[in-house]
């Protein structure tokens, strides 16, 4: 019986974290337009959804190993925090982003 590689370990850990965000991104996309987040201004809901459409951009580069996508979604993470802090929608387990943010800065190095 042969065991994976390490290498194809990470691989799969980097599809399977891609996927994961992948998904959150697309429930959040969703999730924007269903009323929730209308109290938080006209705007909100919009910028919200247009981030999540430049993370799903900066996720599919990361995929094929593009080393600056991983700064963009670093940046996105940052801007994304940035709006719900203006707005006051920030909540603490979104800072749970930059986890896979640092992850990725590290592994495209």
């Known amino acids: 019986m042969t065991h994976p590689s390490k290498a194809a370990n990470k691989e799969y ?3 399977i ?7 959150l991104g697309l429930f959040d996309l969703v999730y924007s337009f269903t009323g929730a ?5 006209i705007l909100y809901p919009s910028a ?3 981030l ?6 900066a996720l599919s580069f990361i995929w094929s190993k593009e080393k600056w996508a991983a ?3 670093l940046g996105i993470v940052v801007a994304h925090m940035g709006l719900d802090l203006a707005v006051g929608a920030f909540e603490f387990l979104k800072l749970i982003l930059f986890l ?3 992850y990725f800065l ?3 190095k």
Do not use: D, E, S
């Not at 999540?52 to 951009?57: C, D, E, S």
């Open 17 to 23: 974290l891609l996927g994961c965000l992948f998904a």
């Open 13 to 15: 850990f980097l599809m």
């Open 100 to 102: 896979p943010a640092i």
């Open 106 to 108: 590290i592994k495209l």
């Open 37 to 41: 987040y209308a109290i938080f201004g």
């Open 48 to 50: 919200h959804a247009l």
């Open 52 to 57: 999540n459409i430049i993370l799903f951009l």
């Open 71 to 73: 700064w963009l979604f």
